[in-house]
């Protein structure tokens, strides 16, 4: 018997959750109107955006990363792949699955400025 065996109530055995949104100790959040409407204003505030749709991972849901044409950027989860290359055409933004063409050095170059205190 362990240590913490003791503690635990009898009979009380935890179980994965049903609905498949938890994975291993971190809950999965959905996506949600907020994340939507930050989506939006990213892509009607910005020029030369593209997105880039990032597949499910063992702790994120599907997301939709926007990188704009100076490199700035931003991820937020979607509800599927679909939804997330729909958004980018109803948009007029050009979407490509970032599992195949990887993500844009811009976005890197940004990261590596905004690091050094050039932003």
């Not at 003791?6 to 609905?19: I, S, T």
Request: proline residues 5%.
């Amino acid at each position: 018997m362990g240590l913490f065996d003791r503690l635990r109530r009898p009979g009380r055995v935890r179980r994965p959750a049903k609905d498949g949104s938890r994975t291993g100790s971190t809950t999965v959040r959905a996506a949600d109107g907020h994340d939507v409407a930050h989506l939006a204003e990213f892509v009607s505030s910005r020029r030369g955006v593209e997105g880039f749709v990032e597949p499910r991972t063992a702790v994120s849901d599907v997301t939709l990363l926007l990188v704009a044409h100076d490199g700035e950027w931003t991820r937020r989860r979607v509800p599927s792949v679909k939804w997330a290359h729909d958004f980018a055409n109803k948009h007029h933004v050009p979407s490509y699955d970032a599992a195949v063409v990887g993500i844009p050095q811009r976005m890197r170059d940004y990261n590596r400025r905004k690091k050094a205190g050039g932003i």
